[in-house]
């Protein structure tokens, strides 16, 4: 007998047996509709309600979708590039407008660390401090703890990203930088040190373009299982609110490990990613104003 038919037959019971709660009971046991909790605290009520306004929602009007970009849009600006506000219209509109009209935050994110004027304070900008380096050396071995492929950093990457130049024609496919045969892990401590080892002498700019790349591959790695993206954001997010840098948001600085996990599953990964980048940009620009 086919749900349909069951649910059609408790429809049609008798007023003794077909009560709303009888009805409503059997159709979310044969999963109709979704049952409702209840007795939800006040704690409760207010998480949904916040998580549902971070939530990006597929129905906004144009108008409020475009306002929603350009809020996002701004603060990868001011934090991607360490600065108190836009200062540059031109590039801003341009990528609102892409944003607009459907582009990733990944790929905004992609281009703005891949921009002439990016890579322009890379080679331009004084070497990190020692507390950007150790910052950025123990949260890079953090990530690398938890991931397949991490890549094999040598000296050649502390030094400014090379320029782009393509040929006339297609535009070729890059191959990714991980390691497809990749040696036996260091320990953190020993990670730590190598990369504090290759990297001193490089740039705040070249430390969180490297950092950032690499999470953007660990998204790659668990991209087939968003309950592994929704556990390691979660504990990313707990271990960075111990630092005490302000993340942008008061929900973000929030160590509630359920609350941050839940939210990873609810809103799209896009938007995942760029909580993460965000986080590592403040977390190593805060270090940055320790010098």
């Known amino acids: 007998m086919n749900r349909t038919r069951i649910v059609l037959m408790l429809l049609l019971m008798p007023p003794v047996m ?41 129905v906004l009007s144009a108008e409020a979708m475009s306002k929603q970009n350009s809020e996002i849009l701004s603060e990868m600006f001011r934090v991607v590039f360490n600065q108190e506000a836009v200062d540059d219209k031109t590039d801003f509109s341009g990528l609102l407008q892409s944003l ?21 304070l890379e080679s331009k900008g004084q070497a990190a401090s020692p507390d950007e380096l150790k910052a950025f050396a123990m949260e890079m071995s953090e990530l690398q703890d938890i991931m397949r492929s991490p890549t094999e950093f040598s000296n050649v990457d502390a030094k400014k990203a090379p320029e782009i130049v393509f040929p006339d ?18 320990d953190k401590a020993s990670r730590v040190q190598e990369l504090v080892r290759i990297f001193i002498g490089a740039s705040s700019f070249t430390l969180k373009r490297t950092l950032g790349e690499e999470a953007l591959r660990k998204f790659d790695e668990d991209k087939s299982d968003p309950g592994v993206v929704a556990h390691w954001y979660a504990k990313l997010v707990l271990r960075l ?27 799209a990964i ?22």
Request: with cysteine.
């Open 100 to 120: 607009n009209q459907g582009a990733s935050l990944e790929g905004i994110y992609r281009g703005i660390i891949a921009g002439s004027r990016y890579r322009a």
């Open 241 to 267: 609110a111990t630092s005490k840098v302000d993340f942008g948001l008061e929900l973000r600085n929030r160590a509630d490990f359920d609350f941050h996990f839940k939210f990873a599953q609810k809103i």
């Open 169 to 186: 024609g297609d535009i070729p496919v890059v191959a990714s930088p991980s390691s497809q045969e990749v040696k036996k892990k260091l």
């Open 270 to 291: 896009d938007r995942v990613k760029w909580e993460v980048l965000n986080r590592y940009h403040r977390y190593l620009n805060a270090a940055g104003r320790s010098r």
């Open 18 to 58: 077909s009560g709303c709660k009888v009805v409503n009971h059997a159709l979310e046991l044969l999963g109709f509709i979704t049952p409702v909790k209840k007795d939800r605290t006040p704690e409760e009520i207010h998480d949904e309600k916040n998580l549902a306004s971070q939530n990006p929602d597929p």
